[in-house]
């Protein structure tokens, strides 16, 4: 029995290193340059190690603006902005997705963030006109009451005179603000942060590199089909299933009651009954304003039964959309859009806190545009460009996602390159906002290269927080609505200063870049 193991053990080893070897070749047949995987981990020790972001700006360094590793398939890091253009914008019809790891649960699978082609731009239609500027002051009142809230707590700290973990706290607000607005329930975790609902949200996160599901995505992913019969998910399972679940009954409650909100999921339910995508963009989906009816006497009308529907050539047609793929983009919304929003407060807030004038001058913009005792107000905080120059700066030294792709889905040739159908093109967002080449002193806190007299000079394709081109993020206007009405609330009452315990935040950095420590500042209330 144990001479069979260790032959298993032997075979297998043998096994990795020959990967290893064939994987080095692929790309130096090809005369890409790039890393040498360690067999049996490939590159994931030295990404564990350096943090993604720093792992792509290591290639950059010793292989150029193009250089190629292979992980799950064939991977070309491109940090040329050029070629960025023509991946992302020019060529998107040859690079319509992000690669597929096959283990996204049964609900996940159906987000919008992982289906392709047809089916995506259907969805994607469906989504889009709910994040127009009409539609996001139709929510503000969710977001206000979620800042009123914020008020009455941050009173009471400022009182205290105690520190403040601002890592933990905006968690609690972008949850309240997240789960109020697409998840349709009101989950008040500013006050109640043990209830399940948040406690599972907060799980949902815990994923890592060295994961089963994880490992097999990346070390076999040939073994994925089988690790998928087996149950195996990137996300944890169990708060996965929890908030599937609760989302079931919202929708059922909702169906059954009645009843309205002024949220997203109202105007997904409602676009979905529309069923009108035909009438947009067969091409790539467009941003464009639609301001509509009022949403207080829109009705809900999901079709639970409805399949997705598909020509013979396997195309998705116009359809409405089914309950389990209107819950897939609520529990999508809530994965991509509260750590990504909760981290770039917090950075901001650390930022402010550590360079004391550049509050100062923020503080004095927001009270000249929207007063003192204002409530802040969708069309208020868009007219505060020092406010964007500073959520920007904070965007680009710590942009919450790390790296996009894109999967090339034909044989493609950039200038004497040609790369393969399945290639997954690296888009190395940290690496491209750190670069010296791009960014003067690139490690400094500095708004002013986003002023109206510097924001020429920024290189197209260098500045990517929330992608390009027409797959980039589409909850990007809510997340900067979000984090503006969060902080001008902030400024206007408090001023943020730095407590014996305030250190710079040490980054973790998995593909989402989170600070590791707890952030803590101290508020003072201003008279
Ligand atoms: C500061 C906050 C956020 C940042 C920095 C961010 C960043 C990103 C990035 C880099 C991508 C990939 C884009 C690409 O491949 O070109 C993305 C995609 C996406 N984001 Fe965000 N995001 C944020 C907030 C949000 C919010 C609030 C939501 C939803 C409410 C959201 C939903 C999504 C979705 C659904 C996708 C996939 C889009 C698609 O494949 O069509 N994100 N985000």
Redesign the pocket.
Known sequence: MLLWIIVLLAGLFGYFIYQAKEQYAYWQKRGVSGPRPVPVFGHLLEMSKLGMGKFDMSLTKKFGRISGYYDTAPLLMVSDPEMLKSV?VKDFSVFPN?RDFGLNGPILELS??VIRDQH?KHV?NVLVPAFSSGKMRQMEPLIADCCKTMGVYLDKVAQSGEDLDIKQYFKRITMDVISSS?FGTKTDSQSNPDSPFVQNAMKVFDVGFFTPAFLVAFLAPKLTPYAKKLGMQLNPKAPLDYLVSTMREILNLRKKSGEVRRDFLQMMVKAMSENDSSKRSAVAPKEYEEEGPDVLSDTLSVEPSTQPQTTHQGHHVSRALTTEEVMAQSM??LL??FE??AN?LTFLSYLLTANPEIQEKLRKEIQHRIGRDVQPTYDLVAQIPYLDQCINET?RLY???TR?ERECSQEWTWKNLTIEKGTTIGIP?YALHHDPEFWQDPETFDPDRFSEENKHKIIPFTFL?????P??????R??IYEIKMVIASLLQRYRLIPSSRTTPPIVQDLGLITPKNPLWIKLEKLD
């Open positions: 992302m992000r919008v963030s995506w994607r697409f999508i919304f991509a859009g990504t929003t770039t965007l942009p919450p996602a996009t967002i927080p929330f992608g390009q081109g797959r980039n993020c589409v909850g990007m809510f997340a």
